[in-house]
């Protein structure tokens, strides 16, 4: 299988032998920290790191101060990438190289991050259809009604370049949209319809796993998960299918401004935040990297930009 020749960023840290943080050591490959590591804990809620790293104009937000409550994070959960060495950091310096509402590590490799053309490609029914010019490329993928082509509409700032992929026909195709002529975002179609045939389930299933195992070019894949309702069953087999074949993803938890508390035992998306990471963490040797988005708010958009840059910089260079 061509996968594990590829230079897959989380395999990569994978390949770490052991990491250090300050004076306590502990193995990668063991996420559980000793003790003393592991009741470490992190508070961040300072401003997005975005503007240290290049001047894209930080977005209007009219979330409600519920955005900047403090998450803590223990060192296990984060996202360390590879060549990012934080064993000098003490808290608060580390603190602040963590993307907000996110479990990422800015690495040195975090630039040009900025959108500034965006242009649909093509769509493809077939892995060897998709663009053969060897850019690297990011998935976006998520139940259907998740908030997929509102991410996207965020990410390029193009209401109709989103709707593309809603046009008949393309609903069930790998949609390629080239940003900055330099990388491509894929809108791959939405799974969980209720009202579909199951052989047409079954065919795009087909299809999409073909995709995610044989794109060469495929840097991470984004899956989306709504962060306002309960964790589903649906979401966490396709968590799961991702890291058995050892997939990089990233997780984009969706809709973080609904926030209201429903009367019927509804949780808060923090509270299906962790339950979903919880879940899922036996299908992973490492934490996967998370952000907090919604599309309402742009909340976490300047930060997925960023994440993208960083995994995107990498990949080249390897
Ligand atoms: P898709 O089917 O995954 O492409 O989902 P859409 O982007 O079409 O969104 C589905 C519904 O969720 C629409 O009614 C959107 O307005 C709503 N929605 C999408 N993103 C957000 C979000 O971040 N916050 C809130 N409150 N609603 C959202």
């Known amino acids: 299988m061509i996968l594990a020749q590829l230079p897959r960023f989380h395999l990569s840290i994978l390949a770490r032998p052991s990491f250090s943080l300050s004076s306590s050591h502990f193995n990668f490959l063991n996420p559980k920290p000793p003790v003393t590591v592991a009741r470490t804990l992190f508070s961040f809620a300072s401003k997005s790191n975005l503007a240290t790293v290049e001047p894209i104009p930080l977005p209007v937000s009219d979330s409600s101060d519920l955005d900047d409550a403090p998450v803590e994070i223990s060192l296990d959960k984060l996202f360390i990438p590879p060549e990012t060495?934080?064993?000098?950091?003490?808290?608060?310096?580390?603190?602040?190289?963590?993307?907000?509402?996110?479990?990422?590590?800015?690495?040195?490799?975090?630039?040009?991050?900025?959108?500034?053309?965006?242009?649909?490609?093509?769509?493809?029914v077939k892995t060897?259809?998709?663009?053969?010019?060897?850019?690297?490329?990011?998935?976006?993928?998520?139940?259907?009604?998740?908030?997929?082509?509102?991410?996207?509409?965020?990410?390029?700032?193009?209401?109709?370049?989103?709707?593309?992929?809603?046009?008949?026909?393309?609903?069930?195709?790998?949609?390629?949209?080239?940003?900055?002529?330099?990388?491509?975002?894929?809108?791959?179609?939405?799974?969980?319809?209720?009202?579909?045939?199951?052989?047409?389930?079954?065919?795009?299933?087909?299809?999409?796993?073909?995709?995610?195992?044989?794109?060469?070019?495929?840097?991470?894949?984004?899956?989306?998960?709504?962060?306002?309702?309960?964790?589903?069953?649906?979401?966490?087999?396709?968590?799961?299918?991702?890291?058995?074949?050892?997939?990089?993803?990233?997780?984009?938890?969706?809709?973080?401004?609904?926030?209201?508390?429903?009367?019927?035992?509804?949780?808060?998306?923090?509270?299906n935040i962790k339950e979903f990471q919880d879940l899922i963490q036996g299908f992973f040797e490492t934490t996967p990297p998370w952000i907090m988005t919604s599309s309402v708010t742009n909340q976490g958009r300047d930060e997925i930009l960023l994440h993208m840059a960083q995994l995107r910089n990498y990949w080249l260079k390897h």
Request: proline letters at 5%; one cysteine or more; charged letters at 25%.
């Open 85 to 124: 060495d934080v064993s000098g950091d003490d808290p608060a310096s580390l603190t602040a190289r963590i993307l907000k509402g996110s479990n990422i590590v800015l690495s040195k490799y975090a630039r040009d991050a900025q959108v500034v053309q965006a242009d649909y490609v093509k769509s493809s």
């Open 128 to 271: 060897e259809d998709c663009p053969a010019d060897g850019l690297p490329e990011f998935a976006l993928v998520g139940r259907s009604n998740v908030g997929k082509s509102s991410l996207l509409n965020s990410l390029v700032r193009r209401k109709r370049l989103a709707l593309t992929s809603k046009k008949p026909g393309k609903t069930q195709c790998i949609n390629h949209f080239r940003i900055n002529d330099k990388w491509y975002l894929v809108d791959l179609p939405g799974y969980g319809y209720a009202s579909a045939p199951h052989e047409l389930k079954q065919d795009w299933n087909k299809f999409t796993k073909d995709y995610f195992l044989n794109r060469s070019t495929l840097v991470s894949v984004f899956l989306l998960v709504d962060a306002s309702i309960p964790v589903k069953q649906i979401d966490l087999d396709y968590a799961s299918w991702l890291g058995q074949n050892q997939v990089p993803m990233t997780m984009i938890f969706t809709k973080c401004d609904k926030r209201k508390k429903k009367k019927n035992g509804g949780k808060r998306p923090e509270e």
